[in-house]
């Protein structure tokens, strides 16, 4: 099973290629996520890990196409990224939001498995009424979570 890490950063895992723009300490290849076509195969990776990173692209549209075009049919792309209501979301070039995905991602060439709001406050954990309330407060969630299956 071959697994992509995109955009590790110092977060170097065992098993992956793991891919960013700085060349640090166990980054395998160097590549810019704006650039494009990506540096790997067609149909190379059976998982693709995308950590908070997707919101540094600035074409959106173009990144969802390299990551249908490297991935095997039937592997996963799981995406982590800060939600665009969390605080420090303004810094980066492409907000996330839930729907981000539904809207981007073609209706044919991926099952979405999982796409959910993430809340890692301690306090935030136990407040009722978080759908609810993240209409009018900010900060309600931190992070969005999506898992795909691509099927080609």
Request: with cysteine.
């Amino acid at each position: 099973m071959k697994k992509l890490n995109l955009g590790c950063g110092k977060d170097i895992k065992t098993g992956f290629v793991n891919a960013d723009m700085l060349k640090l300490p166990g980054v395998d290849k160097v590549m810019n996520l704006n650039k494009f076509p990506w540096p790997f195969e067609s149909n190379q990776f059976d998982y693709v890990l995308c950590s908070r990173i997707l919101e540094y692209s600035l074409d959106i549209n173009k990144v969802i196409n390299e990551l249908y075009r490297i991935t095997k049919n039937k592997g996963v792309i799981e995406i982590i990224s800060p939600y665009y209501k969390s605080d420090g979301a303004f810094k980066h070039s492409s907000f996330i939001t839930k729907t981000t995905f539904l809207t981007y991602l073609p209706k044919e060439g991926f099952n979405i498995i999982k796409n959910k709001l993430v809340c890692h406050g301690k306090i935030r954990r136990f407040v009722p009424f978080k759908k609810l309330l993240t209409f009018f407060l900010w900060n309600m969630y931190d992070t969005i979570y999506l898992k795909v299956r691509v099927s080609k």
